[in-house]
């Protein structure tokens, strides 16, 4: 790939190394969890964005993921399940890109000067993806952690306390711009690094490719920045009774 090139001949790594099949191997690796991940997000942010069509919609989504369909009135374990799961390939997939990150400031900075003499976008890219991987190393274990530790505060007022009055939405604000632009990007990556759309024209399949991903990219963006700013909203109303949780009105109540 060019930018591994690249970054090789920057780092001044030898060419040695491809010679053993473990580079290609972890290479496989990273991107599967990355795949796994990406497809987890791309599903995740539109769960959560039920709360845009009303309390209602987000109290039931959560119930689904108790398995309330399974087990009466469900059961918030399967979300500490499903988050440890999620965090065990999380971490899984950050061990192996440490391998990509530059080993020292000085070579970053060189990466980057050098990024900028080429103005060559694909590199560009990459420092993205590598700068949003770093902040997401912080930010997705503290809200994974608070979601595997915390899965029975999850709901229409649960979640939006801790977004208003636990002071969670400047982290959310930065996990879902790292989030976004990191899937956003990685994606893009993988369609180019194996070829996927390529069919008989790949110069202008590939700039096709790329446009879709970043008009997607936009969309989620938004998606959630709109979620985000109804949980605030929720939590701010909901301010005085912090710690009530959410119930469905129904005739039998
Ligand atoms: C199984 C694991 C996960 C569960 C159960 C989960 C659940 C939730 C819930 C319930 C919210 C709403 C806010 C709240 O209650 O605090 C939320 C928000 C969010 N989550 Fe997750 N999450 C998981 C994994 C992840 C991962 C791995 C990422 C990214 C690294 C992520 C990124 C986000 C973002 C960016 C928001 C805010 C979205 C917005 O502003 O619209 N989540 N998550």
Known sequence: MLQ??????ILGKTTQKRKSKIPAKLDF?????????????????????????????MYAITKMFELDFFIKGGSPIFISI????????????AFLAM?????????????KTHAKLMKHSDTNLWIIQITTGFMLFFL???????????PANIGPFASSDRVY?????????????????????GIYRLIMKWGWFDGKNPKENR??????????TIIYLIIGLFSLITYIKIGYEHRDSYGERYKVITNEN
Do not use: C
Not at 99 to 111: A, I
Not at 207 to 215: A, E, G, H, M
């Open 4 to 9: 591994d090139n690249i970054v090789e001949s």
């Open 29 to 57: 690796l990273q991107s599967a969890t990355g795949l796994i991940l990406a497809i987890f997000i791309i599903f995740h942010l539109l769960f959560e964005a039920s709360i845009l069509f009303g309390k209602d919609s």
């Open 82 to 93: 499903l988050a440890f799961i999620i965090f065990a390939i999380f971490i899984f997939h």
């Open 99 to 111: 391998r990509k990150f530059p080993n020292s400031y000085r070579e970053y900075l060189r990466l």
């Open 140 to 150: 997705g274990s503290i809200h994974l952690y608070t979601m595997l530790t915390q």
């Open 165 to 185: 009055s636990d002071m969670f939405w400047p982290m959310y604000l930065m996990l879902l711009i790292s989030v976004v632009l990191h899937a956003g990007v």
């Open 207 to 216: 700039l096709r490719t790329r446009k879709i991903i970043k008009i997607i």
